[in-house]
């Protein structure tokens, strides 16, 4: 095994949450340039994926006839920080391979006597394509890997879907997003959409889901408060009298240091506006599988463009695409345009009043929208793409939303 290849299955081995992060590389036995590398490469994944520890005396016992070289792991890294930064050059190293094995297959082609030159060229050109997709994380699955994918989904679909609300409530058994899909919430100002992402994030870490929540216009803090204020009902600017400050200090120590604190993460506007690209390496270096972006429209556009709506597109794009590169749920935020806040006051929301796009609703496998009037609330799909349409009625509890039942016209539809 080279170095970096022992870096990153030590990496592996200190911190299983890591694996994401290597998946989302896509790692696999084909990185590596021997059997002993693949054969522990594939151990790690096996005992990870079957929700069990993988440490050196796990792998150690499913592997005896290379005790020596996995010990020789506990020694390869100091430190799991750069992570991606390992795992990059892993691939950059498969490519290099993978190129060095083509431009050999080529030559050994042009003989003398060799006449399709243009063949050599396209064969040439396809593995180029396909180098620089894996020197960059990425893969096209062919079309019989893309049957196993529908076949795998057919099986265990259910089991894929990442909850927004309790196990057990009504809204469980119609609302939640699947991973590599996008899902945008969209409200009016001040209409609770950071409120219920909190609830949803609890819901998702108590189910053991990793959580990266990026806030445009909220502090770290902030963000940090309101999930915990979820957790114990209190909202976190009323916290009063001895037993509801205890109450609020076991959240948040759960969620910086406690059970959650792993996989939590939280990047707020602290350090300026956020950048999809921003986004883009936090996820590089520490994977999640549910991604909230709140709110959309006020990430800084990595290129200006001729317009708001044009840069608003493009991060929309972006954030699209990372959800499928790393096989997350994403969670998008989205406010409403000024027309339909002011002309739209007694009327439904639909897709077109989402602010300052034209691609979110095509793009979104669901858009949802939290509608808030004087006699009720409710959360109303209006485009659901692998899922059952709902319509949810929630309450107000002291600082969190929850779920009432499905109205009795909806109890027929059966789940998709």
């Not at 959650?260 to 950048?275: E, Q």
Request: glycine share 8%; hydrophobic share 40%; with cysteine.
């Amino acid at each position: 095994m080279t170095r970096m290849e022992q870096a990153v299955l030590a990496g592996l081995l200190r911190d299983n949450k890591l694996y994401l992060t290597a998946c989302s590389w896509k790692i696999g036995e084909a990185t590596f340039t021997d059997d002993i590398g693949r054969k522990i490469w594939g151990a790690i994944a096996a005992e990870i994926e079957g929700g069990r520890k993988a440490d050196l005396v796990s792998i150690g016992g499913l592997l005896p006839d290379l005790a020596v070289e996995i010990a020789e792991l506990d020694t390869a890294i100091a430190t799991t920080v750069n992570f991606g930064t390992w795992c990059e050059k892993l691939k950059i190293a498969e490519a290099k391979e993978r190129l060095r094995a083509a431009c050999g297959r080529v030559t050994a082609k042009l003989t003398p006597a060799y006449k399709d030159v243009a063949g050599v060229i396209a064969e040439l050109r396809g593995e180029l394509e396909a180098v620089t997709l894996t020197a960059g994380g990425k893969h096209v699955p062919t079309l019989a890997e893309a049957a196993e994918q529908v076949r795998d989904e057919i099986d265990n679909g259910a089991k894929k879907r990442i909850p927004l609300f309790p196990a057990g409530t009504e809204a469980a058994r119609v609302a939640w997003v699947r991973p590599g899909e996008m899902f945008v919430l969209g409200a009016r100002t001040g209409g609770g959409k950071t409120a219920l992402c909190a609830g949803a994030a609890v819901t998702q870490l108590a189910a053991g889901h990793s959580v990266a929540y990026f806030c445009t216009e909220s502090s770290t803090a902030e963000i940090l408060a309101r999930i915990a204020a979820v957790m114990v009902d209190i909202p976190h600017y009323a916290v009063r009298g001895e037993e509801e400050r205890k109450a609020f200090d076991w959240a948040l120590n759960e969620l910086t240091r406690g059970r959650f604190a792993p996989l939590l993460r939280i990047i707020g506007n602290d350090g300026g506006a956020l950048t999809c690209s921003t986004i883009e390496q936090h996820l590089r270096n520490r994977a999640a599988e549910v991604i909230y972006v709140d709110f959309v429209q006020n990430l800084r556009p990595a290129v200006r463009r001729r317009s708001h709506l044009e840069e608003v597109d493009d991060s929309i794009q972006r954030i699209h695409d990372m959800l499928g590169e790393f096989k997350a749920a994403g969670i998008v935020v989205s406010q409403f345009n000024r027309a339909s806040q002011t002309d739209g006051a007694d009327k439904e929301p639909d897709v077109t009043w989402l602010k300052d796009t034209s691609t979110m609703e095509q793009l979104a496998s669901t858009v949802a929208f939290l509608w808030r009037r004087k006699d009720a609330t409710a959360l109303l799909s209006k485009k659901r793409r692998n899922g059952p349409d709902f319509r949810l009625g929630l309450t107000w509890s002291r600082a969190r939303y929850e779920s009432s039942a499905v109205p009795i016209a909806e109890r027929g539809k059966e789940e998709q």
